[in-house]
């Protein structure tokens, strides 16, 4: 017996939007995650301490946004990849930490960057697909 799933309408794959301002927070904490990771790269030293600052306001900015964002919707797969993607700012916020922990190291804050990216990156692709095959399943 070929077991069928459930169809959702749209409001119950994505629920209610969140606010502008929120959407508005992450945004600008990525750019400025973005914007810190680049200024060792590309001054090719650490000679700016100023740009742990800058990292630790992003990651902030991420993590308050995604936190203050749950999922409203009623598809199981969606409310956990909604979960997933408040991990990302959890990533980014212990990056932030072992930058100034390990002011001279950076590996561990690095590693954790490119974790929380991946994740960012991951749910964003698979959330997509996922919406499209329970909206596809009417």
Not at 83 to 91: D, K, T, V
């Amino acid at each position: 017996m070929k077991q069928t799933q459930p169809a959702y309408t749209r409001d119950e794959v994505y629920g209610k939007p969140p606010a502008p301002w929120l959407v508005t927070l992450v945004t600008v904490g990525l750019l400025a995650i973005v914007a810190a990771t680049l200024i060792p790269i590309i001054n090719n030293g650490f000679d700016h301490p100023w740009f742990r600052y800058l990292y630790a306001a992003g990651a902030a900015m991420v993590l308050i946004g995604r936190l203050f964002t749950p999922y409203t919707g009623k598809h199981p797969r969606m409310k956990r990849l909604g979960r997933l993607e408040s991990w990302s700012g959890i990533f980014f916020c212990v990056a932030a930490f072992f930058m100034f922990y390990e002011p001279q190291s950076n590996r561990d804050w690095l590693s954790f960057t490119l974790a929380g990216g991946a994740i960012q990156v991951l749910v964003t692709l698979i959330s997509a697909r996922v919406a499209g095959k329970a909206l596809s399943n009417k």
